[in-house]
């Protein structure tokens, strides 16, 4: 069982009391809410429904096209590593488009899949978090030791077998890794795509409560997004440690 992390909790807990003593002295509280009346709003607002209400919706979106994302970039990942001649023809087009923001393509993702009744902010989640993947799934079946696929081979394993027993299981550490980085990336550009967009969710009550002014509510909702994201990487974390046992990462914390 992994030990609680008392030290990062004091940590954040002294953030929090130092926030709260200088939003004090300096006043500041017209345009930086105070972390007692952020929380303060936060429990409000989650008791009421208000913000409470909203999670539901980001979470749909944010799961579907993190999904999405790791669907397509373990796919063509293990596809593209898997090949020098698709690596090679393959690199110039993934570096090209990978710097690409997420949120720059809202407006054409809803050009695109707005009439046909899709949400766009599902696409642009999907696109900001497939490239960690991609690449992680790229480098770790590059990196596949070669002696594993010669004994593989001369025990008779086939080509499909060898992907199966020995590429993706000795690739898989490296596509945690790119999935957990996504599953950050991908809640961040959810929410913004909302805010943007005024689609729905957490984002949206977000634009709500920045158009009124109201400070503590707007805060509330970003401590709200941080706890969620947390979460996030708590859960595939345990995951992680459960299933790739055998990883060097997670054996020294066993």
Not at 26 to 44: H, K, W
Not at 150 to 165: E, H, P, Y
Request: proline share 4%.
């Amino acid at each position: 069982m992994k030990r609680v992390n008392v030290a990062g909790w004091l940590f954040v807990v002294l953030v929090a009391l130092l926030a709260e003593a200088g939003v004090r002295a300096f006043d500041y509280g017209q345009s930086i809410a105070a972390p007692s009346s952020t929380v303060r709003a936060l429990y409000e607002e989650l008791m009421d429904g208000a913000l409470s209400g909203k999670i539901g919706f980001t979470l749909e979106a944010y799961l579907e096209g993190l999904a999405i994302a790791i669907a397509i970039g373990v796919v063509v990942g293990v596809l593209v590593g898997g090949s020098r001649t698709m690596l090679d023809g393959s690199s110039l087009v993934i570096e090209f488009i990978r710097p690409i923001p997420a949120v720059a393509l809202i407006p054409l993702a809803i050009l695109l899949f707005t009439p046909f009744g899709i949400a766009a902010h599902r696409f642009v989640v999907a696109f900001a978090a497939v490239w960690p993947i991609l690449i992680n799934t790229i480098y770790g079946v590059r990196g596949v030791d070669r002696v594993l696929h010669d004994v593989a081979r001369t025990s008779g394993v086939g080509r499909v077998g060898r992907l199966f027993r020995v590429t993706l299981p000795a690739a898989l550490p490296s596509i945690a890794v790119g999935i957990r980085i996504s599953a950050a990336i991908a809640l961040v550009v959810c929410v913004t795509a909302e805010f943007r967009t005024s689609a729905g969710g957490i984002g949206a009550y977000m634009q709500d409560q920045y158009a009124a002014l109201s400070i503590p509510e707007l805060y509330a909702a970003v401590v709200l997004v941080a706890l969620l994201g947390y979460g996030v990487n708590v859960a595939l974390r345990a995951v992680q440690r459960r299933t790739l046992f055998w990883a060097g990462e997670e054996r020294s914390v066993q």
